[in-house]
Nanobody, 126 residues
Framework: VQLQASGGGWVQAGGSLRLSCAAS????????MAWFRQAPGKEREFVTA????????LYSDSVRGRFTISRDNTKNTIFLQMNRLKPEDTAVYYC????????????????????WGQGTQVTVSS
């Protein structure tokens, strides 16, 4: 499975950006897809994840209520709508995927995802 992320950029605090991540390489899309991010000098952290059906979705506390993950299964693509962005959201955002239907307690663990995209930079200025 190959993951291609896009949509990053620069925005002022309070603004919005929308990221996309397309999965390719197989007819059937990954079961669980997620977004992680890594700020300079910090470890990679979980942002959000969703299963194929969309019935199970998890957000980190830092983005809940501001970010929304969605999925277009016909295109094996996930989206991350980021609203009310803050300078602390500045990071490289990575999409990831697994063929496993992860339960909530496993969704935030990066080790559960064998497939990773190349990352897209999001910069939020104050």
């Amino acid at each position: 499975v190959q993951l291609q992320a896009s949509g990053g950029g620069w925005v002022q605090a309070g603004g919005s950006l929308r990221l996309s991540c397309a999965a390719s390489g197989r007819t059937s899309g990954p079961s669980t897809m997620a977004w992680f991010r890594q700020a300079p000098g910090k470890e990679r952290e979980f942002v959000t994840a969703t299963r194929r059906s969309g019935s199970t979705t998890l957000y980190s506390d830092s983005v809940r209520g501001r970010f929304t993950i969605s999925r277009d299964n016909t295109k094996n693509t996930i989206f991350l709508q980021m609203n009310r962005l803050k300078p602390e959201d500045t990071a490289v955002y990575y999409c990831s995927a697994t063929d496993s239907g992860l339960i909530l307690s496993s969704m935030s663990s990066s080790s559960r995802y064998p497939y990773w995209g190349q990352g897209t930079q999001v910069t939020v200025s104050s």
